[in-house]
Protein backbone atom coordinates (compact mmCIF):
# COMPACT_ATOMS: atom_id res chain seq x y z
CA UNK A 1 0.00 0.00 0.00
CA UNK A 2 1.13 3.32 -0.45
CA UNK A 3 2.53 5.65 2.42
CA UNK A 4 -1.33 7.32 3.25
CA UNK A 5 -0.31 10.45 5.42
CA UNK A 6 -3.62 12.22 6.40
CA UNK A 7 -5.51 10.86 9.32
CA UNK A 8 -8.59 9.10 8.59
CA UNK A 9 -11.65 9.19 10.93
CA UNK A 10 -13.28 5.94 12.05
CA UNK A 11 -16.77 5.11 13.83
CA UNK A 12 -19.12 1.93 14.30
CA UNK A 13 -22.61 0.69 15.64
CA UNK A 14 -22.28 -1.88 18.31
CA UNK A 15 -22.57 -4.55 15.30
CA UNK A 16 -19.21 -2.89 13.61
CA UNK A 17 -17.08 -2.44 16.55
CA UNK A 18 -14.43 -5.54 15.99
CA UNK A 19 -14.55 -5.27 12.39
CA UNK A 20 -13.87 -1.50 13.57
CA UNK A 21 -10.87 -2.91 15.90
CA UNK A 22 -9.48 -4.89 12.88
CA UNK A 23 -9.16 -1.76 10.70
CA UNK A 24 -7.06 0.29 13.56
CA UNK A 25 -5.10 -2.47 14.02
CA UNK A 26 -4.37 -2.48 9.84
CA UNK A 27 -4.48 1.69 10.33
CA UNK A 28 -1.55 1.20 13.10
CA UNK A 29 0.51 -1.65 10.84
CA UNK A 30 0.69 1.25 8.24
CA UNK A 31 1.35 4.16 10.27
CA UNK A 32 -1.73 5.72 9.70
CA UNK A 33 -2.83 8.13 11.87
CA UNK A 34 -6.69 7.93 13.06
CA UNK A 35 -9.35 9.06 15.00
CA UNK A 36 -11.74 6.72 16.42
CA UNK A 37 -15.37 8.59 17.51
CA UNK A 38 -17.27 5.32 18.90
CA UNK A 39 -19.02 3.33 19.31
CA UNK A 40 -16.75 1.36 22.31
CA UNK A 41 -19.29 -0.86 23.53
CA UNK A 42 -20.95 -3.97 21.76
CA UNK A 43 -22.99 -5.06 24.30
CA UNK A 44 -24.90 -1.60 24.03
CA UNK A 45 -27.15 -1.24 21.19
CA UNK A 46 -26.49 2.56 19.54
CA UNK A 47 -28.32 4.41 16.06
CA UNK A 48 -25.51 4.25 13.47
CA UNK A 49 -27.10 7.90 12.00
CA UNK A 50 -25.43 9.05 15.22
CA UNK A 51 -22.34 8.33 14.53
CA UNK A 52 -22.27 8.40 10.16
CA UNK A 53 -22.69 12.37 11.64
CA UNK A 54 -19.99 11.78 13.68
CA UNK A 55 -17.64 10.87 10.81
CA UNK A 56 -18.87 12.86 8.17
CA UNK A 57 -19.02 16.34 9.75
CA UNK A 58 -15.00 15.82 10.70
CA UNK A 59 -14.58 14.71 7.01
CA UNK A 60 -16.48 17.13 5.63
CA UNK A 61 -14.76 19.80 8.48
CA UNK A 62 -11.13 18.37 7.86
CA UNK A 63 -11.12 17.31 4.16
CA UNK A 64 -10.01 14.16 5.29
CA UNK A 65 -11.20 9.86 4.66
CA UNK A 66 -13.60 8.62 7.30
CA UNK A 67 -14.50 4.80 7.41
CA UNK A 68 -17.95 3.46 9.17
CA UNK A 69 -18.97 -0.09 10.00
CA UNK A 70 -22.59 -1.36 11.22
CA UNK A 71 -23.86 -4.64 10.88
CA UNK A 72 -24.98 -4.46 6.69
CA UNK A 73 -22.84 -1.80 5.80
CA UNK A 74 -25.85 -0.02 4.06
CA UNK A 75 -27.46 2.20 7.06
CA UNK A 76 -23.92 3.95 7.04
CA UNK A 77 -23.74 4.66 3.87
CA UNK A 78 -27.86 5.92 3.38
CA UNK A 79 -27.16 7.94 6.74
CA UNK A 80 -23.69 9.48 5.60
CA UNK A 81 -25.02 10.15 2.43
CA UNK A 82 -27.49 12.48 4.07
CA UNK A 83 -24.38 14.57 5.07
CA UNK A 84 -23.91 17.50 2.36
CA UNK A 85 -20.53 16.82 0.99
CA UNK A 86 -20.38 13.07 1.62
CA UNK A 87 -19.74 10.87 -0.95
CA UNK A 88 -19.69 7.25 0.54
CA UNK A 89 -19.35 4.01 -0.96
CA UNK A 90 -20.45 0.85 0.68
CA UNK A 91 -17.19 -1.53 -0.89
CA UNK A 92 -17.50 -4.94 -1.19
CA UNK A 93 -14.66 -6.21 -3.09
CA UNK A 94 -11.63 -4.91 -3.71
CA UNK A 95 -12.98 -3.66 -7.30
CA UNK A 96 -15.60 -1.40 -5.74
CA UNK A 97 -13.46 -0.03 -3.66
CA UNK A 98 -11.04 0.91 -6.17
CA UNK A 99 -13.59 2.76 -8.02
CA UNK A 100 -15.08 4.08 -5.42
CA UNK A 101 -11.83 6.08 -5.10
CA UNK A 102 -11.07 6.09 -8.60
CA UNK A 103 -14.14 7.75 -10.64
CA UNK A 104 -15.97 9.26 -7.61
CA UNK A 105 -13.58 10.80 -4.99
CA UNK A 106 -15.31 8.60 -2.18
CA UNK A 107 -14.64 10.69 1.04
CA UNK A 108 -15.81 7.78 3.09
CA UNK A 109 -15.79 3.85 3.12
CA UNK A 110 -18.60 1.81 4.14
CA UNK A 111 -18.34 -1.51 5.56
CA UNK A 112 -19.97 -4.56 6.47
CA UNK A 113 -19.22 -6.00 10.62
CA UNK A 114 -21.61 -9.03 9.72
CA UNK A 115 -20.70 -12.26 8.08
CA UNK A 116 -18.09 -10.94 6.32
CA UNK A 117 -14.46 -12.37 6.19
CA UNK A 118 -11.89 -10.02 7.62
CA UNK A 119 -8.89 -10.94 5.04
CA UNK A 120 -11.39 -9.37 2.59
CA UNK A 121 -11.65 -6.04 5.00
CA UNK A 122 -8.18 -5.61 4.88
CA UNK A 123 -7.72 -6.02 1.00
CA UNK A 124 -10.62 -3.57 0.82
CA UNK A 125 -9.28 -0.80 3.28
CA UNK A 126 -5.99 -0.88 1.72
CA UNK A 127 -7.34 -0.34 -1.92
CA UNK A 128 -9.63 2.15 -0.79
CA UNK A 129 -7.39 4.68 1.13
CA UNK A 130 -4.27 3.58 -1.58
CA UNK A 131 -6.57 4.63 -4.79
CA UNK A 132 -6.34 8.56 -5.98
CA UNK A 133 -8.80 9.84 -7.27
CA UNK A 134 -8.22 10.14 -11.12
CA UNK A 135 -8.98 13.96 -11.53
CA UNK A 136 -10.44 12.95 -15.26
CA UNK A 137 -12.73 15.92 -16.01
CA UNK A 138 -15.39 13.29 -16.85
CA UNK A 139 -15.36 12.62 -12.93
CA UNK A 140 -15.18 15.64 -12.11
CA UNK A 141 -18.25 16.68 -14.35
CA UNK A 142 -20.25 13.90 -12.13
CA UNK A 143 -19.29 14.81 -8.76
CA UNK A 144 -20.48 18.06 -9.76
CA UNK A 145 -23.66 16.94 -10.83
CA UNK A 146 -24.27 15.17 -7.44
CA UNK A 147 -22.72 18.19 -5.43
CA UNK A 148 -26.31 20.18 -7.29
CA UNK A 149 -28.66 17.47 -5.71
CA UNK A 150 -27.61 18.60 -2.10
CA UNK A 151 -28.49 21.84 -3.34
Request: include cysteine; glycine fraction near 8%; hydrophobic fraction near 40%.
Amino acid sequence: MKKITEPVVIGSDHAGIETKKFIMDLLDQHNIAYEDVGSYDPNVSVDYPIYAKKVSDIVVEKGIKGILVCGSGTGMAIAANKVNGIRASFSVDEYSARMARHDNDANVLTLRGREFPVSEIKIIVETWLSTPFSGLDRHKHRIEEVHKLEE
